[in-house]
Nanobody, 115 residues
Framework: VQLVESGGGLVQPGGSLRLSCAAS????????MRWNRQAPGKERELVAA????????NYADSVKGRFTISRDNAKNTVYLQMNSLKPEDTAVYYC?????????WGQGTQVTVSS
């Protein structure tokens, strides 16, 4: 099983980034996919989630209206479009696949929002 995040980097406040997470080694289309983040000195938090078929999403209050989660089951990939980024969005972002007791995590990608 592999989850490989990409797309992180340094961006100015108000800017945008699109994170991708490429999955392999399991039946991607059966899994709920989530993006989580962990800022320095803080606990990991759920940012966004999408159902296996993509018919429902939910978001942390702190990112509603700014972030959009989506998935392409043909490409085994989940995305996180992040707009209007704020310094408080700075964190390592982790992709997570969840189905019953199966819970897989990627290694994370750093997002830094700073001028």
């Amino acid at each position: 099983v592999q989850l490989v995040e990409s797309g992180g980097g340094l961006v100015q406040p108000g800017g945008s980034l699109r994170l991708s997470c490429a999955a392999s080694g399991f039946t991607f289309s059966r899994y709920t996919m989530r993006w989580n983040r962990q800022a320095p000195g803080k606990e990991r938090e759920l940012v966004a989630a999408i159902t296996s078929v993509g018919d429902s999403t939910n978001y942390a209050d702190s990112v509603k209206g700014r972030f959009t989660i989506s998935r392409d089951n043909a490409k085994n990939t989940v995305y996180l479009q992040m707009n209007s980024l704020k310094p408080e969005d700075t964190a390592v972002y982790y992709c997570n696949a969840l189905r019953y007791s199966s819970d897989y995590w990627g290694q994370g990608t750093q997002v830094t929002v700073s001028s």
